[in-house]
């Protein structure tokens, strides 16, 4: 890549017997933002930590600016990192903390002030430099935290869960604010992150990890409509999973999966046998609720509606189909003729292309 800001070469970290990092290659550019997505454990903390310097790699390369940066100590490597709980220096105010960086950097008094002002109204925190800490909110310190790191015009910035202090409400107004200030720096971003929708609002491009590996890595909506794994279409979204056997496979990637006597089509995620053990995902909002008829589906189940849970935009529906359990989403505003009565008898039906196959290790 001709413009990569930061790029991981083959890292690979372990304490003890455990491989935290077992292998990830990844690059960022200039002015993108990309999230490493997973679950507790899957090594996203430590990939970011070793971009830092605060992780020395057991194996591989890490380059920022084109420099190699491996072995380089953290205060030489133009990084600057915003950690979960803010770190925010409670006696000082929000000036004095925004500078402090540029303080350990010897800047002149003068240069430092106009650096200091001139991140606090990229955050839109200006006249707030003489606060302490207690006297803002939640929102406002995760500010003061980005325009710390931004003050000393790093390469590149590194976002460890920034948002996970803040409640539900606030989360979601500060995931828009927070792309928008990204956006304006043109910095190379990389976000720590185990929350789904977060990665998929805030990221150019998002890296899911799994067991200290990169499982997928691509747009947003490339991970969620084209999921390359069972374990990514779990991850991402929500879905309906059943289990079986390839029956029959057609040239294109059509292929028959018999799971509990039935008999669904689907599209094939990555090369799989007939006969071999397969899993097939369809995500909640691709499944229509019918009263009776199928016409113009490829999948159709009998179903009794269970449970109605009201989301505010949307309804999901928890159905009950042959011992199982299947959810189904639809808008609460349209969709007037689909039934939302518990207990109502539905044909729950999806068509092929939104059945997802993958091989399954049985």
Partial sequence: MSDVAVEVRGLRKRYGAVAAVDGVSLGVR?????????????????TLRAIAGFERPDEGEIFIGGERMTHVPPNRR?????????????????ADNVGFGLRMRGEAAAPKAAA??????LVRLG????????????????????????????????LDE??????AKLRQEMRVELKGILKDTRIATVFVTHDQEEALVLSDGIVLMNQGRIEQE???????ERPRT??????????????????????????????????????????????APAVVAVRQERVRVLRASGGGYDNLLPARIELLNYLGASIQLVCSAGGRTLTAVLGAVGET???????????????????LVFPSSG
């Fill in 30 to 46: 200039a002015g993108e933002i990309v999230s490493l997505l997973g679950p507790s454990g899957c090594g996203k903390t430590t």
């Fill in 78 to 94: 133009h990084v600057a990192m915003v950690f979960q709980g803010y770190a925010l220096f409670p006696h000082m105010t929000v």
């Fill in 116 to 121: 200091v002002t001139r991140a606090l109204e």
């Fill in 127 to 158: 006249g707030y430099e003489q606060r302490l800490p207690k006297q803002l909110s939640g929102g406002q310190q995760q500010r003061v935290a980005l325009a710390r790191a931004l003050a000393i015009e790093p390469r590149v910035l590194l």
């Fill in 162 to 167: 920034p948002l996970s202090n803040l409640d």
């Fill in 218 to 224: 691509g747009a947003p909506y490339e991970i969620y």
């Fill in 230 to 275: 069972s374990f990514a279409a779990a991850f991402i979204g929500q879905a309906n999973f059943f289990r079986g056997v390839v029956r029959e496979a057609r040239p294109g990637g059509g292929v028959v999966v018999e799971a509990d006597g039935l008999r669904l089509r689907g599209v094939a995620c990555a090369e799989i046998a007939v006969g």
């Fill in 337 to 355: 003729d689909a039934p939302r009565e518990r207990g109502a008898a539905v044909l729950l039906g999806w068509r092929e292309g939104d059945a």
